[in-house]
């Protein structure tokens, strides 16, 4: 990996890096779209790359799964497999402990999953998820970590920040024994739940191991936790983490559609180059097209006569090829081509929100860039409190130009010492 950063916010922590891997230039900050089973749903690869996507997300425990290591190899890897010709990141199964906690058994050796299919057991070492990702051929893998619920409490979460250390040393020999570390770029993932005391501590660990991995990753967020308490886990994390490694915050985004995009730019303000979720393509599958006012339910009867495309300044094929609401609202949910139209519609504007930031970033306008957005976004309405809190602690404050209400719920919780 050759990893350069070009420009910074001259207010907030927001930076413009190149990043260079073995399929080609990735510019961050970024949005990775998630392609679980090696495919985007309802899209080709040629089309996803067409939409100037470089860096798509792969899914360990669910390719090891299906098709398997032996179909992998003899494809040759993911990219040909897929038919994926630019940058790809696989995580490293430690999701599951927590989506697949039902079937499984965390041991020091690793974890013990029962297959969802067939019942079958299957051991996850850090060796072994790491030679997965081998086979899968990614260029950034991650290592296994002991992932729980961002909502445990207790001394479980101790001994998981401790053991993905463990882990993680697991995982670098491994890597460095396998003649891969040209190819693929080995990251490290920060535990340590929602208090900050075993936050540094993990952070402190890590970081003392620089040499031997490429970048880092924040995770066990974004599981429920009050959105004030992620922003300054996310802020205490990118804070500390090397200027020079690239800074990954798994998951981003939480259930409520209307504040993924909030989640991301906030993150892009505190510090974070790279984030992935599933989204704009799962919400594009239920009739929900992003714009920059909001998530846009065409399912909804107000658009059964409406002939505008979903957003006339956007550059998709789904935009500017006629496609109108009025059509997607006639056949979203009941045809295929509905879902194909709004995801290549929802990689498009998330692609443009992030291009925007990195333009806004270089040009030296961030911070107008998300007072702009805001405004778009909200209208009069009221700002999320947790957003207001969470720029002022970077120095933009949303309300200078465009006094609103603040929308409170979680906007004050903050039971750890900062």
Request: hydrophobic share 40%; with cysteine; aromatic share 8%.
């Amino acid at each position: 990996m050759q990893f350069e950063v070009i420009a910074k916010c001259h207010t907030t922590r927001a930076r413009v890096s190149r990043m260079n891997l073995t399929h080609g230039v990735t510019m961050l900050p970024t949005f990775m779209p998630v392609a679980t089973q090696a495919a985007i749903k309802g899209l080709t690869p040629q089309q996803v790359e067409a939409l100037g996507v470089t860096l798509i997300l792969n899914n360990t425990y669910h390719l090891n799964l299906r098709p398997g290591m032996k179909v992998l190899n003899q494809a040759g890897g993911a990219h040909k497999f897929q038919g994926w010709h630019r940058n790809l990141l696989t995580d490293s199964g430690g999701f599951q402990l927590v989506s697949l906690s039902k079937f499984t058994t965390i041991t020091e050796e690793g974890a013990l999953f029962l297959s969802p299919f067939t019942g079958e057991p299957t051991m996850l070492t850090p060796e072994e998820s790491i030679s997965i990702q081998h086979s899968i051929g990614a260029d950034i893998i991650m290592q296994l970590d002991d992932v729980v619920s961002s909502l445990t409490t207790g001394p479980r979460v101790a001994e998981a920040m401790e053991r993905s250390v463990r882990w993680l040393d697991r995982c670098i020999k491994y890597h460095e024994g396998s003649g891969k570390k040209s190819t693929q770029n080995l990251f490290a993932i920060v535990q340590g739940g929602l208090d900050p005391h075993l936050r540094h501590q993990c952070l402190d660990a890590m970081i003392q191991r620089k040499n031997d991995i490429s970048g880092y990753a924040i995770g066990g967020l974004s599981g429920g936790e009050e959105k004030d308490v992620f922003w300054r886990i996310i802020k205490l994390c990118a804070d500390k983490l090397p200027e020079d490694r690239p800074r990954y915050s798994m998951g981003i985004g939480f259930a409520e559609g209307r504040n993924f995009l909030l989640h991301l730019l906030v993150c892009v303000a505190l510090g974070v180059d790279m984030a992935d979720c599933v989204f704009p393509t799962r919400t594009a599958r239920f009739g929900v097209a992003l714009t920059h006012a909001g998530p846009l339910n065409l399912k909804l009867s107000k658009h059964e006569a409406d002939m505008n495309p979903i957003d006339k300044s956007c550059p998709c094929p789904t935009c500017t090829d006629g496609t109108s609401r009025a059509y997607l609202h006639h056949i979203v949910t009941h045809e295929t081509a509905a879902a194909h139209a709004v995801t290549i519609h929802n990689i498009t504007f998330q692609a443009q929100v992030m291009g925007g930031a990195r333009d806004a970033i270089l040009s030296g306008t961030f911070p107008e860039y998300l007072r702009s957005f805001f405004a778009g976004y909200f209208g009069d309405g009221g700002y999320p409190e947790w957003c207001v809190n969470a720029l002022r602690s970077v120095g933009v404050d949303l309300l200078q130009d465009h006094p609103v209400n603040l929308i409170p719920g979680s906007g004050a919780k903050w039971e750890y010492a900062n």
